[in-house]
């Protein structure tokens, strides 16, 4: 898989070391039983999975303890708080998972250190109580012989806070049902990240996290800016509309505990991405003056490989820091049979290099060799397979999963314009010859499946209210090309200043976006227009390559609130065809209003949004036409909520959004 383990290096040095087995227990209790399993291992560090059962009393809080006999250190846990004293540790349960029914489980994780070996403890302590009871026997990890084990990075996100709901049987797809497309998807340790194609917004490549596969938080961007070398990117002398990052990889290097993203822009250029910290850190590495179209990354005992390519797939050996190339070859010419494949993700599995591609936007493809050079030979996954999304398209590019109990997942996506196109989740089985086999429902891609063998963990919604108070944007905020800087601020709500004098949303510098959750939701902003200059326009936009709007015309000192379409933009190059008609109005005073957009993005056609205008933030009145969406796929991003303010006349005006509710 993407995180590439090798156990079997693991497990040379723990015979060479004389260490335990990969996978351990130790005793467990009359009250209690305790099943600690090392789930990978690695030289220096292991990853650890701890199971407590309750069989006495119930317990509203647990603290469960050990010593290590061999100067392990606990580095990173989850799903509880550590404290540890030389060889003792103690590990305290969580809000969410303190309350302990008889015959009930705790389940925590955690990464560690170790020097000369790595023997379970002898035996644990709950509540002050010597756990003594049988145990469960685990067995070894079923992680391949080839792959590397990957360990959490200390900047992941804590555990939830709030009690988490009764975990449910199944889950029901899209996972997310947001516009996340091209998607990578990789795990280190137990946690999960999905990176995603952005085209001109910013930051870009955003990323999910996930500790189930199912609930999905926002978690940040590989990408800060679109320093892609050309000013377009800032709306100066140019536009960047559909360009910017496409599908694009996404990696974690054990070896350096480090996230790679690389990805190649306007079919010329690949750049190379890299952090630490999934939320914070990113820089840019490298510019390589040749396109890895649609690229898949893969770390092979760390030595970094490149799939790539469009009908003509090819693979590269990068430089170990990844800042130019070793050598590349074309591997694989797509028969005329098939025609197009591209999308390519690359893996390894046992003594198997796979690359994963994809048919647009119908059907998925595997290419297997014994070298990452080849010759490869192919297999159809899926072809036409009907999707789980009533109305969408065939699920299909995304990438591969491996969990930490050795499951297999493919995270696709289906085509749901006009939203756009929304993650899908399945399991994958392997073949007894050693082909991955997509798992189906009566035929189709499931609209509901069991749910993956995993601890469930219910994050935060990916909806909400943002009143703007902290000193940065969220990660669920994305710009519409780059931003200007000095024109904005966020802290005591979020502070507009024109950026840009033009009568084209467009050509506007500084609209803030974010995605609109499906199948249907409603967005909610309360406008401060007081410090507005005359020729300014601000509101809350359907933006994509047809758009409409609500929002604030101030002309001759007088403020009116319009709802505006005929926005447009051509499809060759994305010229604007169209700035937009005034379809109703009303004069409005007092210097604040609530501005509402409810849009059904189910997919199909005729889909429509509907706007309306409050001066109370209670009452609200439907203003013009709704507004039919565009459900062509060229543009490829859906439609999003947008927030902008710039000048017909002069720069020198401001607004404030002092809130921004989607639910």
Known sequence: MRRQFWLASALTLAVAAGLTAVATTAEAAAGCRVTYTVTNQWQGGFGADVTITNLGDPLTGWQLSWAYA???????????????????????????????????????????????????????TLNGVACTGSTTPTSAPTTDPTTTPTTAPTTSAPPPTDPPTSAPSTFSNPVVWQDFADGDIIRVGDVYYYSASTMHYSPGAPILRSYDLVNWEYAGHSVPRLDFDSSAYDLSGGRAYVKGIWASAFNYRPSNSTFYWLGCTEFNRTYVYASTAIGSGWGKKARINKCYYDAGLLFDNDTPYVAYGNTTISVAQLAPDLTSEVRSQTVYTTPSSIGTLEGSRMYKRGNYYYIWLTRPANGQYVLRSTSPWGPYEQRQVLLNLPGPISGGGVPHQGGLVQTQNGDWWYMAFTDAYPGGRMPTLAPITWSSDGWPVLQTVNGRWGATYPRPNLPWHPLASMTGSDSFTTGALGPQWEWNHNPDTSKFSVGNGLRLSTATVTNDLYNARNTLTRRIPGPSSTATIQLDYTGMANGDRAGLAMLRDQSAWIGIRKDNGATRVSMTNGLTMSTSGWTTTGTGTEQAGATVSGGKIWLRVSANIQPGSGRTAGFSYSTNGSTFSPLGPAFTLNNDWQFFMGYRFGVFNYATSALGGSVTVNQFAVS
């Open 70 to 124: 061999a100067g392990q250190t606990v580095t990173q846990l989850w799903n509880g708080t550590v404290t540890q004293s030389g060889a003792q540790v103690t590990v305290t349960n969580t809000g969410y998972n303190g309350a302990l029914p008889t015959g009930g489980t705790a389940n925590f994780g955690f990464n560690g250190s170790w020097t000369s070996s790595n023997p379970a403890p002898a035996g644990f």
